[in-house]
């Protein structure tokens, strides 16, 4: 089942040959995750979606506001029976017509959901080994801090790190500094000090990426910091992370012949289930 521009159908009998988002990409999205019928950060994710909007030049339905939002990912949930654990995939997409100029700037949406097993975010301990994707590389621009279809760079690096028996790859943008991993933003602690790439080079603007820089603001002897990383510099690291709103922070342990300690990611852990508890 999935929710189709505000109606629950088992299918959206989209026409392939003529949807923008199949053709070229035309289409921007949202990952969400759904903890007790409620949409974890949901403000967050409504004004990203609706800046990514904007920035394409896609036409915002005038009634599509934040609590319209809720309201159709909860009854998509409910309906399912998945409301207590889940993971929605918001997607608009601008309606049929034109080829690389639209006919029409106005937006569809679709909203699919699958359960999760996690209630809250776990606290992983298990090994999970990284290393570069380089053939090819994301642009520092600001369609790169999108969460646009055009995902090819994700989708090879994917096939890369299966191929190649690795659990994730870490990212380059085209002055050869650290991006972000394939599926979510990177964090380098060194010392006492935290660092993560600023949007400007050309990291996902992500929501899970925020509620870690708040929380890390906050607790004592952390210096943080947004800032370029080189791949040489995380070789020098104590601790290297990766965090998405699906999987949470995601604590790397090996990179090339270097081990990583996950005592602090274990421990943002620890706090960010709390703030999740609490709101």
Do not use: W
């Not at 309606?95 to 949406?109: I, Q, T, V």
């Not at 994700?154 to 994730?168: P, R």
């Not at 394939?182 to 990426?209: E, H, S, W």
């Amino acid at each position: 089942m999935i929710n189709y521009n505000g109606n629950l159908v088992s299918q959206a009998a989209v026409n392939i040959q003529d949807n923008r988002a199949f053709l070229y990409g035309d289409a921007i999205f949202e990952t969400m995750k759904v903890l007790d019928g409620k949409i974890l950060f949901a403000e967050d994710h409504y004004f990203r979606l609706m800046a990514s909007m904007r920035i394409v030049r896609m036409e915002i339905p005038m009634h599509f506001t934040q609590e319209y939002m809720e309201e159709q990912v909860s009854r998509l949930a409910n309906e399912m029976r998945i409301a207590n654990s889940c993971r929605v995939r918001l997607s608009f997409f601008r309606k049929e017509g034109g080829n690389y100029l639209p006919k029409d700037n106005n937006a569809e949406f679709i909203i699919t959901a699958t359960a999760l097993q996690d209630m809250v975010y776990p606290v992983y301990s298990n090994d999970y080994e990284v290393d570069l994707f380089k053939d090819f590389y994301v642009t520092k621009q600001l369609l790169s801090t999108l969460k646009s279809a055009n995902r090819l760079v994700q989708v090879t690096g994917s096939i890369y790190a299966d191929e190649n028996g690795l659990d994730n790859c870490i990212l380059l943008n085209d002055e050869k500094n650290v991006a972000e991993a394939l599926q979510g933003n990177i964090f380098m602690l060194t010392g006492t000090k935290l660092v993560t790439p600023p949007v400007a080079d050309g990291c996902l603007n992500g929501i899970m990426r925020k509620q870690v820089l708040a929380i890390a603001r906050n607790m004592e002897n952390i210096e943080l910091q947004e800032a370029s990383i080189s791949p040489f510099d995380l070789q020098k690291a104590d601790e290297l992370f990766i965090t998405n709103v699906i999987m949470g922070i995601r604590p790397v342990t090996k990179y090339r012949k270097k081990i990583y300690d996950t005592k602090f990611s274990q421990e943002l852990t620890k706090k960010l289930n709390a703030k999740v508890r609490l709101g």
